[in-house]
């Protein structure tokens, strides 16, 4: 259920944490650990904070989609699966979008795209249809894209994987 300004003071009380808050003790939390498993699970939760729009201007005033697209970059494949899912979530819209765009955001959605990780496939490809628009299009419709797009539909499921790509 999405939020609003009534329904966040219910819950939250008086006197409690407001959500602008409680995000930036998330993104400080990750900021300050080294433990793989806490980030992990902080980037989770920032995901899951992005399907809502009514955090959204919280996510661009705390630099959360900027913190997404540096953890699609990582090796570490729950990090990449986390903030493609994040990623997803808050580009449809259009303010984070634009973000996402500025950002270089449309090449590593689409590496993305080549995971093992089904989830993070699904979110890639759900990502690029909210990037794309008149000024995204060539850079997200090259061939080579359509082209992993196209092999996924052979194989008749989204939920192929990589491997199971390459014999198609």
Known sequence: MFTNDKRQEERTGKYGTSRLQYLQELVNQFQNTADEETKEKIVANLANFAYDPYNYSFLRQLNVLELFLDCITEPNEKLVEF????ICNSCVDPANAAI??????????????????RNTVNYAMGALYYLCNKSTREQILKPEVIDVIERYAAAQTVNATAEELTEI
């Open 100 to 117: 996402i765009t500025q950002c270089g955001g449309i090449p590593l959605v689409i590496q993305c795209l080549s995971s093992p990780v």
């Open 83 to 86: 903030g493609i899912g994040g």
